[in-house]
């Protein structure tokens, strides 16, 4: 046999082999391919103290209304109660009185706490504020459905000889509480037992006390009006809660009129036909068609 063909034939036998073993190679299944592992990390975790009951306001802390929960590092905020901060919390905090709700779950926090050995009400009060009490009826104050925590505006009505007339003595103040009712849940918003956490405003059907929160000017004012006529309270809208409203500077301020060394205290804005149903007017020698004005920071000497 020539050498030429048998090298043809050599190569015949190598590209054979070779198409042959493609074949075989491409009609396997490709290998399965191995799963990704994903490594999950943990995110760290502390433990903050939350409401395990609903707590009204008004009411004390105690160990059986609140627990440790654990909570996110990332979701933390500076003025939660941490255990790292405050390991012994649930004791420190022991007579505390909230001056806000709680509902279960929500994390304590300082701000909304007084630590004060005196009563509910002077707890809740603002600094330099007056809590003053009237009464009032369902019929005069929006149905009945006025409860703490709503503003009010407090109208005056008195009779005159020319008919009833109303005005607004004081306007956007803030009711601090209706009856015993200091909140919505709790013991101090109705519940006995401490155990609704559903905020259900509760009406009123017969005559109560409504407490409202005043600074000193504005509880003068309130208590000068009791004596005049009949108070009523109109309910507010929440957007107007902290709205200014737009009004004489002298509408909610009383003024001491003082003539031959006698002084009676008045609302400003009052006419001596209002006075004189009082005789205040012929006490002080006021002439007929007299309007009271107030002056800033003095009182209203008229001359001997």
Same mark, same amino acid.
């Given at each position: 046999?020539?050498?030429?063909?048998?090298?043809?034939?050599?190569?015949?036998?190598? @590209?054979?082999?070779?198409?042959?073993?493609?074949?075989?190679?491409?009609?396997?299944?490709?290998?399965?391919?191995?799963?990704?592992?994903?490594?999950?990390?943990?995110?760290?975790?502390?433990?903050?103290?939350?409401?395990?009951?609903?707590?009204?306001?008004?009411?004390?802390?105690?160990?059986? %209304?609140?627990?440790?929960?654990?909570?996110?590092?990332?979701?933390?905020?500076?003025?939660?109660?941490?255990?790292?901060?405050?390991?012994?919390?649930?004791?420190?905090?022991?007579?505390?009185?909230?001056?806000?709700?709680?509902?279960?779950?929500?994390?304590?926090?300082?701000?909304? +706490?007084?630590?004060?050995?005196?009563?509910? +009400?002077?707890?809740?009060?603002?600094?330099?504020?007056?809590?003053?009490?009237?009464?009032?009826?369902?019929?005069?104050?929006?149905?009945?459905?006025?409860?703490?925590?709503?503003?009010?505006?407090?109208?005056?009505?008195?009779?005159?000889?020319?008919?009833?007339?109303?005005?607004?003595?004081?306007?956007?103040? %803030?009711?601090? @509480?209706?009856?015993? %009712?200091?909140?919505?849940?709790?013991?101090?918003?109705?519940?006995?037992?401490?155990?609704?956490?559903?905020?259900?405003?509760?009406?009123?059907?017969?005559?109560?006390?409504?407490?409202?929160?005043?600074?000193?000017?504005?509880?003068?004012?309130?208590?000068?009006?009791?004596? %005049?006529?009949?108070?009523?309270?109109?309910?507010?809208?929440?957007?107007?809660?902290?709205?200014?409203? @737009?009004?004489?500077?002298?509408?909610?301020?009383?003024?001491?009129?003082?003539?031959?060394?006698?002084?009676?205290?008045?609302?400003?804005?009052?006419?001596? @036909?209002?006075?004189?149903?009082?005789?205040?007017?012929?006490?002080?020698?006021?002439?007929?068609?007299?309007?009271?004005?107030?002056?800033?920071?003095?009182?209203?000497?008229?001359?001997?």
């Amino acid at each position: 046999m020539r050498p030429a063909r048998i090298v043809l034939l050599l190569v015949a036998l190598v @590209a054979g082999s070779l198409a042959a073993f493609l074949v075989t190679r491409g009609g396997r299944a490709p290998a399965p391919a191995s799963p990704a592992v994903t490594q999950v990390v943990e995110e760290a975790k502390t433990q903050i103290l939350v409401a395990k009951a609903p707590i009204g306001v008004g009411e004390r802390l105690n160990a059986e %209304r609140v627990e440790w929960q654990d909570w996110p590092q990332g979701a933390l905020r500076p003025e939660y109660v941490t255990v790292s901060a405050m390991p012994d919390a649930p004791a420190q905090l022991t007579g505390a009185v909230a001056r806000f709700e709680f509902f279960p779950g929500e994390p304590i926090r300082e701000a909304k +706490l007084v630590r004060a050995d005196q009563g509910y +009400l002077s707890a809740v009060l603002a600094s330099g504020k007056r809590g003053v009490s009237v009464t009032v009826t369902a019929a005069s104050s929006a149905g009945g459905f006025v409860v703490p925590n709503d503003h009010v505006d407090v109208l005056l009505t008195t009779s005159s000889a020319v008919g009833q007339r109303s005005e607004v003595i004081l306007s956007n103040v %803030r009711v601090l @509480a209706i009856g015993k %009712r200091l909140g919505e849940m709790g013991v101090s918003g109705g519940d006995e037992e401490g155990t609704d956490a559903s905020p259900t405003p509760v009406t009123f059907d017969n005559a109560t006390i409504a407490t409202l929160e005043l600074d000193p000017a504005q509880a003068e004012t309130l208590v000068n009006a009791s004596t %005049r006529g009949q108070l009523s309270l109109t309910l507010r809208s929440v957007v107007d809660f902290n709205r200014a409203d @737009a009004g004489p500077a002298t509408a909610n301020q009383a003024v001491r009129l003082i003539r031959y060394g006698k002084e009676q205290s008045v609302m400003a804005g009052s006419s001596s @036909a209002d006075l004189a149903q009082n005789g205040s007017t012929e006490a002080m020698g006021l002439p007929d068609n007299t309007q009271i004005q107030a002056a800033p920071d003095a009182p209203q000497v008229l001359p001997q």
